[in-house]
Nanobody, 116 residues
Framework: QVQLVESGGGLVQPGGSLRLSCAAS????????MAWYRQHPGKQRDLVAVIVTNGGMTNYADSVKGRFTISRDNAKNTVYLQMNSLKPEDTAVYYC?????????WGQGTQVTVSS
């Protein structure tokens, strides 16, 4: 059993930065990859970035390439999403996800609002 706790959301002005954290507890050694998704009001949940636990391979949505960076600290079982040059369209609820191959685990979500 894996549990995820996200933190770091909030209100930021356009052009600003935020760092989201997602701490995994429980059977964290069984995690194949972790990812960040976001959901705009009334829309589906979309992948933002993903990182593979072993090897650190990453992938990003085109809309965030060059602005967002996903990273991990395996010793702390924590994944981060560094978000720079934020735009109003980045406003959404951001969810952390852990892929255990046989199941997916979701965090509770954290609100990110980009507004002046």
């Amino acid at each position: 059993q894996v549990q995820l706790v996200e933190s770091g959301g909030g209100l930021v002005q356009p052009g600003g930065s935020l760092r989201l954290s997602c701490a995994a507890s429980g059977s964290a050694s069984s995690i194949f990859s972790m990812a960040w998704y976001r959901q705009h009001p009334g829309k589906q949940r979309d992948l933002v970035a993903v990182i593979v636990t072993n090897g650190g391979m990453t992938n990003y949505a085109d809309s965030v390439k060059g602005r967002f960076t996903i990273s991990r600290d395996n010793a702390k079982n924590t994944v981060y999403l560094q978000m720079n040059s934020l735009k109003p369209e980045d406003t959404a609820v951001y969810y952390c996800n852990a892929n255990l191959l046989t199941t997916l685990v979701w965090g509770q979500g954290t609100q990110v609002t980009v507004s002046s």
